[in-house]
Structure formats: C-alpha cells, structure tokens
T-cell receptor, first 113, second 112 residues
Framework: GQQLNQSPQSMFIQEGEDVSMNCTSS?????WLWYKQEPGEGPVLLIA?????ELTSNGRLTAQFGITRKDSFLNISASIPSDVGIYFC?????????????FGTGTRLQVTL | DGGITQSPKYLFRKEGQNVTLSCEQN?????MYWYRQDPGQGLRLIYY???????QKGDIAEGYSVSREKKESFPLTVTSAQKNPTAFYLC???????????FGSGTRLTVV
C-alpha cells in the first residue's frame, strides 16, 4: 500500500523558531489533512485542505494544498514547547462513498527551550 | 461526551496466542478503521468497515481479523499467524465518505 513521503523525518528546534515540513505523493488527492500525535495518544486533526492551491491557517499553523494535488506543506510559526509531537500528513481520494486516508511517515518535532 | 474508546491501553501476549483489541465509539459514525503504527513507518491500514456487517482488507490485513456486528463496535483480533504483532494499534471512526477521522488513544501490544 502507498505511503506518503514526509520530510524532514525529524526536527530539533529552539522555542520561538518557525518550522516547515512537507509531504509528497506519486498520486493526486482530493483532500489533504494534517494531524498531530502526542506520545501514547492517537492523532488529532489540525487542518484540512480541500482545493488545489488552498492556503489555510489555524492559529500559528498554516498549511497549503499543492497546485499539482500531489503535495502539501505545513508551517508552524513561533514554536512553543507544547508543539512537540509527531506531525502526519494524510491524503484522501474519495471514490464514491469510500474515503480511506493514506498517511505520511511522520515528522517528529522536538522543541528546546 | 462523545468519543472513541480503545481498551486495554497496554496488552501483553504470549507467542502463539490470539488476542482481541476493543474499539467502541458513540459518535454515531458509520465507518471504522484499524491502523498499525511502527516507529518510522507512519500509520498503515489493517481493516476498515463502512457499514455494519461489512468490512474490507486494508494494506496489511494478513494475520488479523475483524467483525462489525454493531455500529458502535469494531474489534480487532491479532491472530497467531501475525508474524510481528508488537506495535501500537489505533482505531478511528468517521461519517461515511467524510474526511474527519476521530482516533482513539491506542493500544500498545507487546508479544512476550
């Protein structure tokens, strides 16, 4: 089964720095999603993108749906310690009523004071 | 409060034994999913179900089985045929055809 390629695999940054991560696919998707997972918990949805070229913000988070529909980007501005976790992208190609998500390999973010 | 509950949080199994992981949701979601998470590999789909009494294999179904007798419940059985069962298992649910997956807090299975 396909998995999306995320980069970087891990990041170590200082508090206050901005963060960028991206996700690429060999297939197109109708929807791109970004999730955050904290240790020992399930992922939580951060941002959903529905149209190619769309730019959406959620507080300090900004995500974009790539024009080719094969990639997406997530930026976090002014990072804080609670941003620590694993960030997953996910793509969805709706066919009829089926809506399986394909997940990326994850970007592990560590924030130091 | 509505949500999705996985139990137990931690599970230990001896080699050769079957074990069943529980997943219950009270969100009135139609679809339910099971994912396996290994370090550095993201989430891989094991099985999913769009409606009661129907389910489909995901990308890594070998060695696993599921049932969907009730809308609220989607238990996963890890059988002795699964060669490397130690992993973190995540259950999710959504309205049919909708992107908004809600995840449970996971079950960590360890084979001893």
């Amino acid at each position: 089964g396909q998995q999306l390629n995320q980069s970087p695999q891990s990041m170590f940054i200082q508090e206050g720095e901005d963060v960028s991560m991206n996700c690429t696919s060999s297939s197109i998707f109708n929807t791109w999603l970004w999730y955050k997972q904290e240790p020992g918990e399930g992922p939580v949805l951060l941002i959903a993108l529905y149209k190619a070229g769309e730019l959406t913000s959620n507080g300090r988070l900004t995500a974009q749906f790539g024009i080719t529909r094969k990639d997406s980007f997530l930026n976090i501005s002014a990072s804080i310690p609670s941003d620590v976790g694993i960030y997953f992208c996910a793509g969805q190609l709706r066919t009829g009523t089926a809506s399986k998500l394909t997940f990326g390999t994850g970007t592990r973010l560590q924030v130091t004071l | 409060d509505g949500g999705i509950t996985q139990s137990p949080k931690y599970l230990f199994r001896k080699e050769g034994q079957n074990v069943t992981l529980s997943c219950e949701q009270n969100l009135n979601h139609d679809a339910m999913y099971w994912y396996r998470q290994d370090p550095g590999q993201g989430l891989r789909l094991i099985y999913y179900s769009q409606i009661v009494n129907d389910f489909q294999k995901g990308d890594i179904a070998e060695g696993y089985s599921v049932s969907r007798e009730k809308k609220e419940s989607f238990p996963l059985t890890v059988t002795s045929a699964q060669k490397n069962p130690t992993a973190f298992y995540l259950c999710a649910s959504s309205f049919r055809g909708h992107y908004g997956y809600t995840f449970g807090s996971g079950t960590r299975l360890t084979v001893v």
